[in-house]
């Protein structure tokens, strides 16, 4: 056996050990007696509530959100070629976080019902703009990323008007919705988020060939018979579905789609056949380890998913940045 199956064997076990420390572990431990009586019929009602309504709905929504953020991450770096890329490059989070905060500002208890919709709507049309004012006889990938990244820095300042001037009750709302958690899941929003995903999940895995020629160029891709901008358009249609439906479910969770791509290059290769399905296994083994660390480290208080990515993922830019600072030079 190589190295790399023991890494991904390793990556692999590592799933259903998180799973079953996510339902035992919490401000109410749940022994291995507990979690046994589940399967034999003699759980008490308050063990089934913790562990089947509460618990692993929630563990399986921050695996499903990691899924879909770390081939997000992968598609947006292979789009760009820039392998400091991620979904929120493209001003999807952006767009998404003004959505919800008009709807949380302007609709107050109605936001509620309506602010997955607007995430992923926000999300959608930013993505969309991002692509129509890109657009000079084709598109490029540096044109993407600087209007995307003017386009999101005008949705935040949006936002950031709305938390200056909202009611102090609405923008504890929008703030705790911007951290990005998945405290709120059930298995009503579960499977809500699976049936969003399915189509595009399965059309990033379909699309590797794509992928693969286009980190090496425009030039390159079309020599050996890529539609270049159409193959850009709906690569980056499928990154935004996926991150707009986790936006929709989850709020916005950082840095999963940077981390994931990397540490998933590291184990299998560059070739996209493989990198998708090891950016989707890291990226869920991450958030449901950073949902159980938010959970757990200060209990019974609880650090949204979100903030524990971002005490992650900045100390890995930076890493990433130290490790490229003679690139180029």
């Known amino acids: 056996m190589t190295s790399l199956h023991v890494v991904l064997a390793a990556a692999l076990l590592s799933v259903p050990a998180l799973l079953l420390a996510s339902l035992a572990l919490g401000d109410q431990t749940v022994s291995r007696a507990d979690l046994r009586s589940l399967f034999n019929g003699s759980a008490t009602e308050q063990i089934r509530m913790i ?18 953020l770390g081939i997000a991450g992968a598609i947006a770096q292979a789009v760009m070629r820039n392998p400091l890329a991620e979904p929120g490059i493209l001003g999807i989070n952006a767009g ?17 019902a309506l602010l997955p919709v607007a995430g992923f709507a926000g999300a959608t049309l930013m993505a969309a703009a991002v692509f129509a004012l890109s657009w000079r006889n084709g598109t490029s990938s540096l044109r993407i990323v600087l209007i995307g990244i003017a386009l999101g ?6 936002s950031s008007f709305l938390i200056a001037f909202a009611d102090v009750a609405d923008v504890q709302r929008l703030m705790i919705w911007l951290s990005g958690s998945v405290y709120a899941a059930s298995w009503e929003t579960l499977r809500r988020l699976a049936a969003w995903l399915v189509l595009p999940v ?26 270049v901008n159409l193959g850009r358009a709906f690569l980056i249609l499928l990154c935004t579905t996926i ?14 789609g940077l981390i994931a791509p990397h540490v998933a290059r590291n184990m299998v290769g560059e ?5 998708i399905p090891g ?10 380890a950073a949902d159980l660390v938010g959970r757990t480290a200060i209990a019974p208080a609880q650090l949204p998913a979100g903030i524990v990515t971002a005490l992650i993922g900045a100390p890995f830019l930076g890493y990433l940045l130290w490790r490229r600072r003679h690139v180029g030079q």
């Open 271 to 275: 070739g996209h056949v493989r990198l």
């Open 202 to 227: 399965v059309l990033a895995c379909l699309a590797v060939r794509q992928l693969d020629l286009m980190r090496f160029g425009d030039d390159i891709a079309a020599s050996l018979g890529q539609r």
């Open 96 to 112: 998404a976080a003004l959505a919800g905060g008009l709807v949380i500002v302007g609709l107050k208890g109605a936001g509620a």
């Open 153 to 158: 820095s005008l949705a935040g300042a949006g």
């Open 243 to 256: 991150s707009g439906a986790t936006v929709a479910a989850c709020g916005l969770i950082g840095f999963i």
């Open 279 to 288: 950016s989707a296994l890291v990226g869920g083994l991450l958030l449901m």
């Open 51 to 68: 562990v089947l309504d509460l618990r692993l709905p929630r563990a399986l929504m921050a695996l499903a959100a990691g899924v879909a």
